[in-house]
């Protein structure tokens, strides 16, 4: 069975696991969110340590099929776009592996014509000599495409649902494959079935209801474990931040609320891992750190070539498909979102350790699997 084929039966009979979930969620005191706190990063130090794994987003292409209302790289937006070839996509994962970072996620917009799985296969060969850890942050595929991915090295997954409201989901995705709900409901299992040992999935806060939203995201994920329960899953709650197109959000998901959502989801999924990214302020993040997130991104850049200025002189508007020189003297391709945590690699690290954390660039290598005579 699909999750497109018992979402909406998981949603109005909902389990007892479910249900509980839902109490998590409802309106709170302070007190009560501080003893959610206290068991969340109690449940986190349980399963995994002090640890903080870190990686780094890799943007490959900004190029996009799908008209989406809220997201800057919406075919409608006359933007800058530009797509990485394999060289200059190699020079922006160097700069990462000096940082420090031994895990990337390889992010790009959808487009068929600019980035194919052929395309995809050449970038994932050249970094897995860098990379222990290589994740997709990419257009849905079919088993088939996934497969040949995990063949040359991708270990892992992630799709946004954005919107689990089917309703909104249609008022949002106007035009291109992105259209299909349940085509992307049930992407992750496809991606399982091909191989693929982490999955990642969330929702883009700030486009329906925060509580409605995360019921559906944990009805997902209480099904991902069990069809999916070799796999290691990660859960990311990004919040809609300022972009091309000015967007603005419809729903509010304020700190307490996220933070009382990331309690939730930890007292309930204690071996999942949770991930927080620089959309979040600073400060935020720092408080959020040693409270049940395991994962971090750091130093990000959300345009392709953000690191070394790449594919600078290849930069260009498309209309209709159709790539037409800018008018104006470009430096830099458009960025998919505002960042707000500018901080380095080195400044986010030094952060953990000052809150009794370990950072971990690399926490996987292919090599523990090798026989030895």
């Avoid at 592996?97 to 790009?108: D, P």
């Avoid at 990311?236 to 307490?256: I, K, M, Q, T, V």
């Amino acid at each position: 069975m699909n999750f497109s084929q018992h979402y909406d039966e998981a949603l109005q009979n909902p389990s007892a696991s479910l249900h509980a979930f839902k109490k998590l969620l409802e309106p709170c005191s302070k007190e009560a969110l501080e003893m959610m706190a206290r068991s969340s990063a109690a449940i986190t130090r349980r399963h995994f340590g002090r640890t903080m794994r870190l990686f780094a987003p890799l943007y490959l292409s900004n190029e996009c099929i799908n008209s989406c209302a809220y997201c800057g790289f919406s075919r409608d937006n006359p933007i800058l776009r530009v797509t990485l070839d394999v060289e200059q996509m190699a020079c922006e994962a160097a700069y990462l592996t000096q940082e420090g970072f031994r895990s990337v996620l390889l992010v790009a917009g959808e487009h068929p014509k600019f980035v194919s799985s052929g395309y995809l296969e050449l970038c994932v060969k050249r970094l897995t000599a860098l990379f222990p850890s290589i994740l997709l942050e990419v257009a849905p595929m079919e088993e088939k495409e996934y497969r040949s991915l995990v063949k040359v090295g991708a270990e892992g997954v992630i799709v946004y649902q954005e919107t689990y409201n089917r309703k909104t989901y249609q008022e949002l995705h106007t035009a291109g494959p992105k259209k299909d709900f349940n085509g992307r409901l049930d992407s992750l299992q496809r991606a399982y079935s091909a191989g693929f040992a982490r999955l990642g999935l969330g929702v883009l806060f700030g486009l329906s209801d925060w509580r409605e939203e995360a019921l559906a995201l944990a009805a997902h994920l209480f099904f991902l474990q069990r069809h999916c329960w070799k796999a290691q899953l990660s859960v990311s709650l990004p919040r809609l931040r300022p972009a091309a197109g000015n967007f603005e959000p419809r729903f509010a998901f304020h700190d307490h609320d996220f933070a009382q959502l990331l309690f939730a989801l930890r007292m309930t999924f204690p071996t999942i891992q949770l991930v927080m990214s620089t959309r979040e302020e600073s400060f935020f993040r720092d408080a959020m750190a040693p409270l049940g997130v395991t994962v971090m991104s750091a130093g990000s850049h959300t345009e392709p070539g953000g690191y070394t200025g790449q594919g600078k002189d290849q930069l260009h508007h498309t209309i209709r498909g159709k790539a037409v020189q800018p008018s104006c003297s470009a430096t830099e391709a458009t960025e998919q979102f505002e960042i707000s945590d500018h901080r380095s690699p080195e400044t986010i690290a030094q952060m953990l350790v000052s809150l009794g954390l370990e950072p971990v660039w690399k926490d996987w290598d292919a090599g523990i699997l090798t026989t030895h005579s």
